[in-house]
């Protein structure tokens, strides 16, 4: 199996910072990488799609990049309800998540 | 707007089975496969296979031999057995879409159910 690797594993940041996540994988995946928040005790909400793409209804302030094996997903100006635990998860083949992102709104 | 429903919290004993339900509404349900993952108390997601509603499916290795996973088209649901359980086997367990129209590679998840507890105790 493919193995993804998330950083840090926790983050503490204020309202209005910008914060950068990032997951890498084992292998090549080219963009079959997605990015979901969870809330505790609720189900993944999908974020981002194909690296790069904005799942609808998603505020414009989530952005995805990369490609093969280095990624990224970028909140510009947090908000208090961007709290949670943010997962990636690529589909290239037997679908892996990573181990998770703890965001901390201070 | 498209929507996954599951059954309710499940408390078994070790070595038991347990079935958990997954009715989808609001699209064609023939025309997406379903996903199945858990998530253990405090851990993270783990995929446990998917079932395309047309027939097939594919389990993630660690559960091979202890997972079944099948669909009713009638009712549009589907649903997930995991056998022989042991504590290791308390989670929540989630169906999930996959987005793109029988796609697997490359696919994403755009829908998710509740969740459904199972707790596996003596």
């Known amino acids: 199996d493919i193995q993804m690797t998330q950083s840090p594993s926790s983050l503490s940041a204020s309202m209005g910072d910008r914060v950068t996540l990032t997951c890498r994988a084992s292998l090549n995946i080219r963009t079959s990488l997605n990015w979901y928040q969870q809330k505790p005790g609720k189900p993944p909400k999908l974020l981002i799609f194909a690296a790069s793409s904005l799942q609808s209804g998603v505020p414009s302030r989530f952005s995805g990049s990369g490609s093969g094996t280095d990624f990224s997903l970028t909140i510009g100006g947090l908000q208090p309800d961007d709290f949670g635990t943010y997962y990636c998860q690529q589909t290239y083949s037997t679908p892996t998540f990573g181990q998770g992102t703890r965001l901390e709104i201070k | 707007q498209f929507h996954l429903v599951q059954s309710g919290a499940e408390v078994k004993k070790p070595g038991a089975s347990v079935k958990v339900s997954c009715k989808a509404s609001g699209y064609t349900f023939t025309d997406h496969y379903i996903h199945w993952v858990r998530q253990a108390p405090g851990q993270g997601l783990e995929w446990m296979g998917w079932?395309?509603?047309?027939?097939?499916?594919d389990y993630a290795q660690k559960f091979q031999g202890r997972v079944s996973m099948t669909r009713d088209t009638s009712i549009t649901t589907a649903y997930m057995e995991l056998s022989r359980l042991t504590s290791d086997d308390t989670a929540l367990y989630f169906c999930?879409?996959?987005?793109?129209?029988?796609?697997?590679?490359?696919?994403?998840?755009?829908?998710w159910g509740q969740g459904t507890l199972v707790t596996v105790t003596s």
């Open positions: 079932i395309n509603p047309n027939g097939g499916f």
């Open positions: 999930a879409r996959g987005a793109e129209r029988l796609l697997l590679v490359g696919n994403w998840f755009d829908a």
